[in-house]
């Protein structure tokens, strides 16, 4: 935490302890709400304590959070800096993410129109460039990239060191998966989206495990779709720390078996009466 106390220190932090780690420890200068797991249980109910634990913890922030722009930073994820070496401010950057208009029904290929030096490319639709309400800002990182498991295993040296100034809207109708290391969201938009939408029993210790995430961005992007809400991925960018996967064939087939059942299900979903399109994401997620 100490690396991120120039950022950090000026906000309220909500830590939910993961149930299985030891101690927490925080050093002092920071506003923070620790939750651990008796707080867990006394909200969700033991029958359901269960789906807070490993990686999935990060989402009973999100319940417990009552501020309008919720960002969330993995443990494992230190600051990153710039090609000029300066700090990035990771909440700076969500928050402008989340509070400029995202463009999902054309794709400028200049990225956001909304960044500083940029602006809308040469026939681009007037009418479209008031844009729609960002919902989720997703931000990427360096060093150890967010690979599946058969990846990290085939390629466990490949590291992202590429900085990249950039940030874009996800097109109208584009899927996309999600990681909570480095994301940031209008819970009035989205709030009641963000849950552990789907979680393999015994499984989310470690994030190539994680699946509840990935399940979740499908979900999210196919409501923001629905709503005419934005989605915007790039920076800010984060530095995750290394990763050693260790994978076992079975789990490997059974996790690409439900992540195919799962886009389908949203895609059919999709093809439902408007009226009937958020009801039913929601309830499938849940």
Same mark, same amino acid.
């Given at each position: 935490?100490? =690396?991120?106390?120039?950022? #950090?220190?000026?906000?309220?932090?909500?830590?939910?302890?993961?149930?299985? @780690?030891?101690?927490?420890?925080?050093?002092?200068?920071?506003?923070?709400?620790?939750? +651990?797991?008796?707080?867990?249980?006394?909200?969700?109910?033991?029958?359901?304590?269960?789906? #807070?634990?490993?990686?999935?913890?990060?989402? #009973? *922030?999100? &319940?417990?959070?009552?501020?309008?722009? +919720?960002? !969330?930073?993995?443990?494992?994820?230190?600051?990153?800096?710039?090609?000029?070496?300066? @700090?990035?401010?990771?909440? !700076?950057?969500?928050?402008?993410?989340?509070?400029?208009?995202?463009?999902? #029904?054309?794709?400028?290929?200049?990225?956001?129109?909304?960044?500083?030096?940029?602006?809308?490319?040469? *026939?681009?639709?007037?009418? &479209?460039?008031?844009?729609?309400?960002?919902?989720?800002?997703?931000? @990427?990182?360096?060093?150890? !990239?967010? %690979?599946? !498991?058969?990846?990290?295993?085939?390629?466990?040296?490949?590291?992202? +060191?590429? %900085?990249?100034?950039?940030?874009?809207?996800?097109?109208?109708?584009?899927?996309?998966?999600?990681?909570?290391?480095?994301?940031?969201?209008?819970?009035?938009?989205?709030?009641?989206?963000? &849950?552990?939408? @789907?979680?393999?029993?015994? =499984?989310?210790?470690?994030?190539?495990?994680?699946? =509840?995430?990935?399940?979740?961005?499908?979900?999210?992007?196919?409501?923001?779709?629905?709503?005419?809400?934005?989605?915007?991925?790039?920076?800010?960018?984060?530095?995750?720390? =290394?990763?050693?996967?260790?994978?076992?064939?079975?789990?490997?087939?059974?996790?690409?078996?439900?992540?195919?059942?799962?886009?389908?299900?949203?895609?059919?979903?999709?093809?439902?009466?408007?009226?009937?399109?958020?009801?039913?994401?929601?309830?499938?997620?849940?």
């Amino acid at each position: 935490m100490e =690396e991120w106390r120039p950022i #950090f220190s000026r906000f309220r932090l909500i830590i939910v302890k993961d149930p299985d @780690l030891e101690e927490v420890k925080i050093p002092e200068g920071f506003d923070v709400c620790v939750y +651990t797991e008796s707080d867990i249980v006394k909200v969700i109910g033991s029958t359901k304590a269960s789906l #807070f634990s490993g990686y999935s913890v990060r989402y #009973f *922030g999100y &319940l417990v959070s009552n501020k309008k722009y +919720t960002i !969330a930073i993995d443990d494992d994820c230190s600051p990153a800096k710039t090609k000029d070496g300066d @700090l990035v401010d990771i909440v !700076a950057q969500h928050l402008n993410n989340l509070k400029t208009p995202a463009t999902p #029904f054309f794709f400028n290929t200049l990225y956001d129109p909304y960044q500083k030096g940029t602006n809308f490319v040469r *026939g681009y639709p007037f009418s &479209l460039r008031g844009g729609v309400p960002c919902a989720l800002s997703c931000g @990427l990182w360096l060093n150890c !990239a967010d %690979y599946d !498991a058969p990846t990290q295993a085939l390629k466990p040296d490949m590291r992202n +060191t590429r %900085y990249v100034d950039a940030v874009m809207t996800v097109p109208l109708k584009s899927m996309m998966p999600m990681s909570g290391v480095n994301i940031a969201f209008d819970r009035e938009l989205v709030g009641h989206a963000m &849950l552990p939408a @789907l979680k393999l029993v015994k =499984e989310g210790k470690v994030r190539w495990e994680t699946k =509840e995430d990935v399940c979740c961005g499908l979900v999210v992007k196919t409501v923001c779709d629905h709503l005419k809400l934005g989605v915007k991925t790039g920076i800010p960018m984060g530095e995750a720390l =290394e990763g050693s996967p260790i994978v076992k064939s079975r789990k490997v087939i059974k996790e690409l078996e439900i992540c195919g059942f799962t886009m389908m299900f949203v895609l059919d979903v999709s093809q439902f009466p408007n009226s009937d399109l958020c009801g039913l994401v929601l309830h499938g997620s849940v």
